[in-house]
């Protein structure tokens, strides 16, 4: 699970372009296979074998670095990736002047920025969605539509969230949209219920993890990727080895 990708080092989600490269590289010289979604989901029903070891690489948001930054290097090592959208943000970033502020802004002023409605600088907007799209490699799906928290909504609300951002990107993208991830990992059994209700087929949280078969694909587990290229080796090792991954988490949960 990445957020960031730009060169703030030491900035709150953020991993820098170097060490993201860096991770890709590894992924790729190393054998990994990079699942897109569908793929995942087949897997975890049982309908994919996989006989090497894999990874899905996820970002939330939709932050306009994951293009400048992330995108090339998806492209470069022919990376497959998922991006979880605000549609707010992006709907709002698209028909504006495409402002680029460099340097890249951190996490902190990337969100005033969002409360100043000026998300057309560091946000994706349809024309980056579209192209990262067209790529091949990378698959767009829900964040919401304006990544409230899901467990204080109420249904009429969480049904506009839900909805609307699933029928907005795949008026968009002309790709089908039945996967989504909670914003800040918070949801309920009527927010479960409503994502069922909508359409939602399988949905991300933040909760750690390695996603196994028969897994529940309503609450699928993510590992939160941190800016050192030495610890993501190490955690690959121990995350895609079943028994090295068992023992591990069972530590991390004492």
């Not at 990994?32 to 948001?61: C, M, P, Q």
């Not at 560091?122 to 467990?151: P, Q």
């Not at 049904?159 to 996967?179: A, H």
Request: one cysteine or more; glycine letters at 6%; proline letters at 4%.
């Amino acid at each position: 699970m990445y957020h960031h990708v730009n060169p703030h080092k030491g900035d709150m989600v953020t991993v820098t372009p170097d060490v993201f490269e860096g991770q890709m590289r590894y992924l790729r010289e190393r054998g990994y296979r990079t699942l897109n979604i569908n793929e995942l989901i087949s897997y975890i029903n049982g309908n994919l074998e996989l006989r090497h070891k894999a990874v899905a690489v996820t970002f939330d948001d939709g932050w306009l670095d994951n293009y400048i930054y992330a995108f090339p290097v998806l492209e470069k090592y022919k990376i497959n990736a998922a991006v979880f959208v605000i549609t707010d943000w992006t709907e709002n970033a698209s028909g504006k002047p495409e402002g680029i502020p460099f340097p890249a802004p951190t996490h902190k002023e990337s969100r005033l920025l969002v409360e100043k409605k000026e998300t057309y600088k560091i946000a994706l907007n349809w024309k980056t969605v579209k192209e990262m799209s067209d790529s091949g490699l990378v698959g767009f799906y829900s964040h919401t539509k304006s990544h409230r928290r899901c467990d204080e909504l109420s249904g009429t609300e969480l049904l506009e969230e839900l909805e609307d951002s699933k029928n907005l990107l795949e008026q968009k993208t002309g790709r089908s949209c039945p996967y989504l991830c909670w914003p800040y990992g918070k949801y309920n059994n009527t927010a479960l219920d409503i994502a069922k209700k909508t359409g939602y087929k399988a949905v991300f949280t933040t909760e750690h993890g390695v996603a196994g078969r028969g897994d529940d694909l309503m609450a699928i587990r993510r590992i939160v990727v941190k800016d050192s290229v030495d610890w993501f080796k190490k955690r690959m090792l121990v995350y895609t080895n079943s028994v090295l991954s068992a023992c591990y988490l069972k530590l991390k949960r004492k």
